[in-house]
């Protein structure tokens, strides 16, 4: 008698996904190796990191979703590894990832000098948001805008949005006030949203 | 009156806290004005939602690819 074969759908079995996972971590190591620019330090960063993401594995459904959230704790064990360890030369992108005061001016453009919405940035409706989350290539644009977020801003969030921690439990792991966090958290969000509006939205998907 | 600035910045955190009763009445009193605010209001949560469907995706159900 012939077993049907269930394959299991991409939302539960990834963790078993040897190939998934081994190329996961080839990515990691060489993203780690470049950045740290030792080979030993990389290894050590990307078994913290991937130790740390682990502890979480259950939240993740998705596949992409880990991966954005194992990176963002790589980059952070590499931005302490770099801190500690001041005879090695960070590259300029883990450097700037760690700048958690960015171009202040740049941001506030959204809003004029008293502090409305420029008329080319208002927010404008998103219609059917629950028809893009079917699409693959929705994933594909929020993925990317995720990442485009500095390095700060995207743990914050996902530590909020994604695990679900409070907001005291991130001041705590992040070692920030709240009110810091506050601005992390608004930040990312407002960034994210007009990625989104500007890659899915304004391109009529 | 708040400005959009300090509204977004409310509308950021009634994800994270409850917001106390003067804020949600200023937040109020903005976004029955301001439609780009009550947009984002609204895209906050939607965020959120997407967040959530990012990280664990409705599996299909049968009746929906057999139907």
């Known amino acids: 008698m012939i077993e049907p074969n269930l394959t299991a759908p991409e939302t539960h079995n990834w963790t078993h996904d040897e190939a998934f996972m081994s190329e996961l971590r080839q990515q990691m190591l060489k ?11 990389a ?55 760690d700048d958690d005061q960015p171009d202040l001016e740049v941001w506030d453009q959204q809003f004029d000098d008293r502090g409305y919405w ?17 699409n693959d290539q929705f994933w594909e644009v929020f ?5 485009g977020l500095p390095g700060q801003y995207s ?5 909020r949005e994604f695990i679900g921690l409070s907001t005291d439990e991130i001041c705590q792991e992040l070692e920030t006030s709240e009110n810091s966090l506050n601005v992390l958290l608004y930040r990312a969000r407002s960034k994210l949203r ?8 304004d391109k009529g998907a | 009156m708040m400005n959009c600035k300090s509204t977004t910045q409310l509308l950021s955190q009634a994800q994270d ?40 995706p409705k599996p299909e159900t049968k009746s929906d690819t057999l139907s």
């Open chain 1, 43 to 97: 290894e050590d960063a990307v078994q913290e990191a991937f130790i740390g993401a682990l502890k979480n594995q259950q939240t993740f459904g998705r596949r992409s979703a880990f991966k954005t959230w194992v990176f963002a704790i790589l980059k952070h064990k590499i931005i302490d590894v770099i801190r500690n360890n001041q005879r090695l030369v960070p590259s300029s992108s883990v450097q700037n990832d």
């Open chain 1, 143 to 147: 993925e990317a805008c995720l990442e």
């Open chain 1, 31 to 41: 993203f780690a190796t470049l950045q740290l620019q030792d080979a030993s330090l």
């Open chain 1, 155 to 159: 743990r914050a969030y996902m530590m």
């Open chain 2, 17 to 56: 806290r409850k917001l106390t009763f003067i804020e949600t009445s200023g937040v109020k009193l903005h976004t029955s004005m301001c439609k780009g605010c009550r947009n984002y209001g609204k895209q906050m949560k939607q965020l959120s939602d997407l967040s959530s469907q990012f990280v664990k």
């Open chain 1, 194 to 201: 007009k990625c989104l509006q500007t890659n899915w939205i």
């Open chain 1, 118 to 134: 420029h008329l080319s940035e208002r927010p404008t409706a998103w219609q059917q948001p629950s028809e893009s989350a079917s």
